[in-house]
């Protein structure tokens, strides 16, 4: 196949994305969007809700003629404060993307053969049902398996718990921040939750360990990162990357990939030797400080050096300064920690070091989050299904999300048929095959399904291994569940469209209720139109609907966050009512209570650690079919020691291509030659590499790091998949 | 008259691009051109590293070589504070400006005109500050009038330290970088 140059493609599609006047020039698809919106002259701001990422910031939609024009923070919301980032700016670019899916498909190749009939929604959603039907009559509802990300999937899984599915997952535990929730909550009894709960902005010293901050542009976090720069905050970055944050950073350190833990094992030992905890606070609120005490001994900086590659006096001297400034200091507990497979003990170990630093719900460190309450719908209650869900068999992971599943435990089920077949996968908002290590599980477990639905908005990768796919309305054209974040401050946000959907696109609620009906389960839906639904719900906490509509935000009253602000210190989750640097439940089912360091393996002589992360202006595999965000940065780059490359013969700019220990070889790759970053390891941004040719823009546009993590080491605690096991090599092309 | 500069705190600035993405869809900047762009600049050797990360520009020249070399009168010092603009119907594209700014800030645009950034103009007749400067997540830019005392940008160039870009060319840049 030719590939698109950007120049042809302008040619082909007759658009440019040039903006208000210009932009959508002489489209059809958007043409039906003017029509309906022509008697809309200037412009026109409408309220919403971000869905870019899983910040949720408050925006403001401009509209004008009709055409959308720009999107702004919205001033009164907590989480942008009046500023989005560039994600959430280029969100504009999402609604224009000419290659969104436009109209329900069925497949009518083999699987992956990404040949389609168009067809109705009708048609789509009678086929859908029918195999659901069919599948669970002859397996029962357990042999469906779903998978959904983001706050656009909660009509869909209330349709689909109310036909008797408990198989839900979501990668935000397995693959990102499950090991740090589990942490927090085996040592306080209380997560993190996502916006974090990390004070930074008044916070005079924290440390950053691998948390790239910056790059990954969680906005409100980011602005406050800016903020205690300014105010002259101590950072401490610990990554074997000179990260965006390092450069913000007076100490960095750049740490040997894979012995995190060592690191702070060894802050934990000054801090208890040089006795620079808070003592009143260990007496009143910890449990278990002289085990801990007797357990850290062996763990000295310079035993640390060894292992971590970082000088004894720099590990004494910025643990002293985390000390100094408690309790406005803290470690961040960091969002993506799925690295290496034992990412429980490592958290736990920042759990630790905050306890003795005294700093939980202080100001500068941890607020206690708050949250607006509004009553949920009265559905009836759904069906009480006995059976046992798929991805956890025995309890094999004692701590394995609830909420979010184990993503690859359903994966294995339906590889294996164990502990029963898993027939249907149901996916939502999620690329899994950009998502899940191990790519070729994915595609063998796929091939064993009777059917799979792919609801997204894009032709992903994961789309084109579907059955059906029906195209999603993207959330600058829909209502959605309203934004009920715990924060700073409790407030409602409302999700509503900013501008018509250009094709035959419908909203996920739409989605979930007309299958509903479908699978002859409308009493779940006693609302109609999802304004029934959300003004229900405004109204019955006592709020004005047309309020929320107006100003897209409500804040409630402020309440204390910090014990500074006189709120009470209470442990009543945790078994012995207190911080448990010693876990009783991590005792009780046979693990260490006390975080324990193994060192990582190491990698093979030619072969470098594969790391990767965030660029600001991408979310996940999402947002390279955006036409704004792709114009920032088009493809990814392997970022590769200068010495090394050097030694290589690679120029900075090169192609090349990296082959992991399993002898995959990655799509063709530019290489970043670069000092910002260790000898014995390689960086990637997640999300590119594309292998869907229908996403024009991004296909093999540079190289998939979930191509290559072949070998993921699972968390026996809770099941999460260490990604950071992986060695490549590096060739020219 | 008022002068109207911007400072940009690079002691802040995390090169995230948002003020790109935000000047391109406040003014339709077409694809494949941007009107602002960020520039890492690091020195030193692993470990030991200094990064220094600027949003650049145009510079809104006192100086501007642009405005010399146009041919036709297109490339203009506006009333507006001082800044730089470039009238569209007087542009022949003959990229002589271009070719004359030290900042590599201009571009053709594909309707034939050289373009840039205009410091917003729109915006800041509305008393509304540059949609990069709005947007900025981290708050490491300012906008405002270098002729007021008390204006932001006044006072942070009186308190703190700071360069502007190719100060040998003599062009008298009204970008200032904090550092």
């Known amino acids: ?733 | 008259m008022a002068r109207y500069a911007m400072v940009i705190d690079t002691t802040k600035c995390v090169g995230c691009m948002d003020c790109v993405v935000a000047c391109k869809t406040e003014n339709n900047v077409p694809e494949g051109f941007n009107r602002d762009w960020i520039t890492y600049e690091t020195i030193g050797k692993f470990p030991t590293l200094h990064m220094e990360i600027r949003s650049e520009r145009c510079n809104h020249c006192d100086n501007p070589p642009c405005v010399y070399t146009c041919p036709t009168g297109a490339s203009h010092i506006s009333d507006i504070g001082g800044i730089v603009l470039v009238d569209y119907q007087k542009c022949i594209g003959c990229k002589a400006c271009i070719a004359a700014c030290p900042y590599d800030a201009r571009f053709v645009h594909p309707d034939g005109y050289v373009s840039k950034c205009t410091f917003c103009e729109h915006r800041i007749v509305q008393g509304l500050d540059p949609a990069c400067v709005a947007s900025c997540p981290t708050h490491c830019m300012y906008f405002g009038d270098l002729e007021d005392p008390n204006s932001e940008v006044k006072k942070l160039l009186n308190s703190r330290k700071y360069r502007v870009l190719n100060p040998e060319t003599g062009t008298k840049p009204q970008i200032y970088y904090l550092i």
């Not at chain 1, 072969?607 to 920032?632: A, K, W």
């Open chain 1, 1 to 733: 196949m030719e590939r698109l140059t950007r120049r042809k493609f302008l040619q082909i599609s007759g658009t440019t994305f040039a903006g208000a006047g210009l932009l959508v020039g002489g489209t059809k698809m958007i043409q039906s969007t003017l029509s309906a919106n022509e008697k809309n002259k200037g412009v026109v701001k409408i309220p919403s809700y971000c869905s870019i990422c899983f910040w949720k910031c408050g925006l403001i939609g401009y509209v004008k003629d009709g055409k959308l024009w720009k999107l702004e923070g919205n001033p009164i919301d907590p989480l942008s404060r009046g500023r989005l980032c560039p994600r959430g700016n280029g969100g504009v670019g999402q609604h224009y993307d000419p290659d969104r899916l436009q109209a329900p498909l069925v497949r009518i190749s083999n699987r992956g053969g990404e040949e389609w009939k168009v067809t109705t929604w009708d048609e789509a959603l009678n086929y859908t049902s029918q195999k659901l039907v069919e599948i669970k009559d002859k397996y029962g509802p357990q042999a469906i398996a779903v998978f959904s990300h983001g706050p656009g999937g909660a009509f869909l899984k209330h349709t689909l718990r109310a036909f008797g599915i408990k198989n839900f997952s979501a990668p935000s535990f397995a693959q990102c921040r499950g090991p740090r929730e589990v942490a927090f909550e085996l040592t306080y009894g209380e997560i993190i939750g996502s916006p974090e709960r990390t004070d930074i902005k008044n916070s005079k010293c924290f440390a950053l360990i691998g948390s790239h901050i910056g790059e990954n542009m969680h906005n409100s976090q980011v602005q406050e990162f800016a903020e205690a720069i300014e105010k002259g905050a101590t950072i401490i970055v610990v990554d074997p990357r000179f990260s965006i944050a390092a450069s913000k950073a007076k100490y960095y350190l750049p740490i040997k990939p894979g012995t995190d833990t060592a690191l702070l094992l060894a802050w934990i030992n000054v801090l208890i030797q040089e006795k620079l905890y808070d003592r009143d606070f260990v007496d009143k609120y910890t449990f278990g400080f002289e085990q801990l005490k007797e357990y850290i001994e062996p763990f000295t900086p310079e035993w640390a050096f060894v292992e971590t590659g970082i000088e004894p006096n720099l590990i004494r001297e910025t643990i002293r300064e985390l000390a100094r400034y408690k309790p406005a200091s803290f470690v961040h507990p960091g969002r993506h920690v799925n690295w290496y497979g034992n990412d429980v003990q490592r958290i736990r170990a920042i759990t630790i070091i905050n306890a003795l630093l005294g700093n939980w719900n202080r100001k500068g460190a941890f607020f206690k989050p708050v949250k607006m309450e509004i009553p949920k719908y009265p559905y009836p209650p759904y069906p009480e299904m006995d059976y046992e869900v798929v991805y956890n068999p025995n309890s094999k992971y004692p701590f394995a999300g609830e909420e979010e599943g184990l993503t690859q435990g359903i994966r294995s089920a339906t590889i294996t048929g164990e502990p029963y077949p898993i027939k249907a996968w149901i996916v939502y908002g999620t690329n899994l095959i950009q998502t899940l290590p191990n790519q070729k599980e994915t595609i063998e477990a796929i091939n064993k399904l009777d059917f799979l639905l792919v609801i997204d908005v894009i032709p992903s990768e994961i789309a084109m291994w579907a059955d059906v796919v029906l195209p999603e309305t993207v959330y600058l054209e829909r209502y959605d569940e309203l934004n009920i974040s715990s924060f700073r401050v409790p407030f409602v946000g409302i999700r509503q469209p900013v501008v018509a959907p250009p094709h035959d696109q419908r909203d996920g609620w739409w989605i979930a209720r007309e299958l509903a009906i479908k699978l002859g389960l409308e009493k779940f839906y006693p609302w109609k139109h999802i304004e029934e639904y959300l003004r229900y719900r405004i109204e019955s906490a006592g709020l004005s609907y047309e309020q929320l509509k107006t100003d897209g935000i409500i804040i409630g009253e402020e309440q204390p966050i910090y014990v500074d602000d006189g709120l009470n210190l209470e442990f009543p989750y945790t078994n012995t009512g207190k911080i448990e640097l010693y876990s009783t439940q991590l005792a009780a089912k046979g693990f260490s209570p006390f975080p324990t360091y193994e060192r990582p393996p190491e990698p093979p002589p030619g072969y470098f650690r594969l790391l990767f992360g965030r660029t600001p202006v991408h979310t996940f595999s999402m947002t390279q079919s955006n036409p704004i965000l792709m114009d920032m940065v088009a493809e990814n780059e392997v970022w590769i020691n200068s010495d090394v490359a050097e030694t290589l013969e690679i120029k900075n700019g090169d192609y090349i291509v990296l082959k992991n220990q399993d002898g995959v070889v990655s799509n063709k790759v530019k290489a970043r030659v670069t000092q910002r970053i260790r000898p014995d390891c390689v960086y990637m941004y997640h999300g590119f590499g594309h292998t869907s040719r229908r996403l024009r823009r991004a296909y093999l546009k540079g190289a998939s790091d979930a191509q290559l993590i072949t070998r993921y080491d699972i968390d026996p605690i809770m099941g999460g998949t260490g990604m950071n096991n992986n060695f490549v090599t590096i060739e020219k092309v």
